[in-house]
Nanobody, 120 residues
Framework: VQLQASGGGLVQAGGSLRLSCAAS????????VGWFRRAPGKEREFVAV????????RYADSVKGRFTVSRDNAKNTVYLQMNSLNSEDTAVYYC??????????????WGQGTQVTVSS
């Protein structure tokens, strides 16, 4: 499966962005989809994950209550709605598809990443 992340950009602190992850190739609904991010000088970290059907989600503590992950399997797309952004959310965001969980090693497919920059 090929993944294409989009929707990143420059936003002021307190603002919102919605990222999209569009999939092509194999049956998208067969995969759990995760969002990860890598900030400058830091390790990649888990952000959110959504189950194959979309009925189960999990978030990192740092984004809980601010970010919402959803998916539309008919459109082969997963979304990450990000609200109340702050400077610590500045990172390259990646979507991934695979078995699931909070570790990137359980994901087989990765998108190219989309840059999110939050200005204070």
């Amino acid at each position: 499966v090929q993944l294409q992340a989009s929707g990143g950009g420059l936003v002021q602190a307190g603002g919102s962005l919605r990222l999209s992850c569009a999939a092509s190739g194999r049956t998208f609904s067969a995969y759990t989809v995760g969002w990860f991010r890598r900030a400058p000088g830091k390790e990649r970290e888990f952000v959110a994950v959504i189950s194959r059907s979309g009925d189960s989600t999990r978030y990192a503590d740092s984004v809980k209550g601010r970010f919402t992950v959803s998916r539309d399997n008919a459109k082969n797309t997963v979304y990450l709605q990000m609200n109340s952004l702050n400077s610590e959310d500045t990172a390259v965001y990646y979507c991934s598809a695979g078995l699931g969980g909070i570790s990137g090693r359980f994901y087989d497919y990765w998108g190219q990443g989309t840059q999110v920059t939050v200005s204070s």
